[in-house]
């Protein structure tokens, strides 16, 4: 069953182009803000599962800093080799000064 989970302060990613690594219920996600709005994705790159909170956002994508590869932040679509793949997504809400993720 689906459940709310906090895993951050709204502070702990205060500026677009912030990732930070946060785990909710056993998973690793990363959590991202991107023009003002915050994202949650499984913390695994699709191609050889390196942490994505240790690359890059920008232009609304996550960069792999492994190998390069991109995902698209809001979606999770793969949208640069060597991944194919998507990575999962979970909805998120800003509930007062909290970062809380759906996780299943
Ligand atoms: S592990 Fe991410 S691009 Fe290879």
């Given amino acids: ?58 232009n609304g994508r996550i960069e792999c800093v492994f190998h390069g590869a991109k995902f698209d932040v809001r979606t999770g679509k793969a949208v640069q080799l060597p991944a194919l793949k998507p990575v999962r997504t979970f909805p998120v809400e800003i509930r007062g000064d909290g970062v809380f993720v759906q996780i299943e």
């Fill in 1 to 58: 069953m689906a459940e709310w989970v906090r895993v951050a302060d709204v502070a702990d990613c205060a500026e677009d182009g912030c990732l930070r690594a946060v785990r909710g219920n056993g998973e690793a996600i990363v959590l991202a803000r991107w023009e003002g709005e915050f994202f949650a994705l499984e913390d695994c790159c699709s191609h050889q599962d390196f942490p994505l909170s240790d690359g890059e956002l920008e």
